[in-house]
């Protein structure tokens, strides 16, 4: 099976969590598109449900395949987000925004009562930091900005190179906020709560993709079939 193969049927494993009436956050990137699509079919057949995308490539998906949107500024809370994840730890911490939208994921993940991660096996990792970590900052300054991410990931016990991430077309990647992301290959996070920290109390960073105590839940589908892990803490522990 392949990889695509296995993203779809980590999608449809959280599906079977969704029901009638539910307001539902949907994530961005490759296997949450597949939850959107499998989602469509759902709505076309019948089920009501209204969903809040977590970038504008999500909504035109949603769009695409009839199901109904809102705001968080119309509603206020959701019920289930289902996204991605480019790496996943056995305590759920998570490292997002490899497709940029870090920012409006970590909003919608906050409002919601419960975020299902979807992914393939080849995400679970024992420690973050192999996949780069976005970091998602103003372009005023910079310079400044930069300087102070290395300071905290100094104080935090990391260290790597950073490179302000650029699209297909060679152009500084902006994201949906207007921002740029920095990534940071750092290889092997220890303390990945403390690193959070740090980056947040920084002024030029916008948002940063660990997500801490947000999941709580993984679906992991891989050759063996479909794993899924439950957040042992609860969630904002
Ligand atoms: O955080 C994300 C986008 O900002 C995605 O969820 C993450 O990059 C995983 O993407 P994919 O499902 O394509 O592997």
């Known amino acids: 099976m392949d990889m695509d193969q296995l993203k779809r049927q980590a999608a449809a494993r959280a599906l ?6 539910m307001q539902l956050g949907l994530g961005t990137g490759s296997t949450a598109k597949h939850f959107v699509e499998l989602l469509g079919e759902r709505v076309r057949a019948g089920l009501k449900v209204i969903g809040v995308p977590t970038s504008e490539a999500t909504r035109a998906d949603a769009t695409r395949c009839g199901v109904p949107l809102t705001t968080l500024d119309e509603i206020d809370h959701l019920d289930i987000t ?7 730890d056995p305590e759920l ?3 997002k925004g490899g497709g940029g939208a870090l920012l ?3 909003i919608v993940a906050a409002a919601s009562d419960r975020m299902i991660v979807i992914a393939d096996e080849s995400k679970w990792v024992q420690t973050l930091g192999r996949f780069p970590l976005p ?13 102070a991410i290395e300071k905290a990931f100094a104080q935090c016990g990391v260290s790597g190179q950073m490179a302000v991430r650029k699209a297909k077309d060679g152009h500084v990647f902006v994201t ?3 921002h740029w992301i920095v990534d940071a290959q750092l290889e092997r996070i220890a303390d990945p ?3 959070a920290g740090a980056l947040s109390t920084i002024p030029g960073v916008v948002e940063h993709g660990l997500f801490i ?9 891989g050759g063996e079939g479909i794993r899924v892990i439950e957040r042992r803490k609860p969630k904002g522990d």
């Open 104 to 106: 409006r994921e970590k």
């Open 135 to 147: 970091v998602e900052v103003i372009p005023f300054g910079l310079g400044a900005t930069r300087r």
């Open 93 to 95: 911490n998570l490292i």
């Open 16 to 21: 079977e969590e969704v029901r009638d009436g």
């Open 213 to 221: 105590g947000l999941a709580s839940s993984a679906v992991l589908a």
């Open 176 to 178: 949906d906020g207007g």
């Open 193 to 195: 709560p403390g690193l």
């Open 82 to 88: 289902v996204d991605g994840a480019d790496e996943i």
